[in-house]
Nanobody, 124 residues
Framework: QVQLVETGGGLVQAGGSLRLSCAAS??????????MGWFRQAPGKQREFVAA????????AYAESVKGRVTISRDGAKNAVYLQMNSLKSEDTAIYYC???????????????WGQGTQVTVSS
């Protein structure tokens, strides 16, 4: 059973930065078997894709709304994936979730494992 734990959320002013972390554990977890994604969900809205990194390599994908402001990265030795967010805007306010799935996808339903989420609030 894969377990994902997100940390790093908080309150930040518009224009500021945050780095979210996702620690993966469970069984013989290996990044090479999964695609890792970050999603977010704002109050009253559907969960939406933010960024993903493909297993076995450095291929990444970003939502248009965050492209150029957000970087996803992974550390296989630490079983961790990160989301560096810069130039934050009030519309980035949401709960951010880390997810693991066997398929490379921007669709939440394609990810089998999810963390509990971490709140990001951007004040204007």
């Amino acid at each position: 059973q894969v377990q994902l734990v997100e940390t790093g959320g908080g309150l930040v002013q518009a224009g500021g930065s945050l780095r979210l972390s996702c620690a993966a554990s469970g069984g013989t977890f290996s990044f090479s078997r999964y695609a890792m994604g970050w999603f977010r969900q704002a109050p009253g809205k559907q969960r939406e894709f933010v960024a993903a990194v493909r297993w076995g390599g450095g291929m990444t994908a970003y939502a248009e709304s965050v492209k150029g402001r957000v970087t996803i990265s992974r550390d296989g030795a630490k079983n961790a994936v990160y989301l560096q967010m810069n130039s934050l805007k009030s519309e980035d306010t949401a709960i951010y979730y880390c997810a693991a799935g066997v398929d490379w996808s921007t669709t939440p339903g394609d990810y089998a494992y999810w963390g509990q989420g971490t709140q990001v609030t951007v004040s204007s």
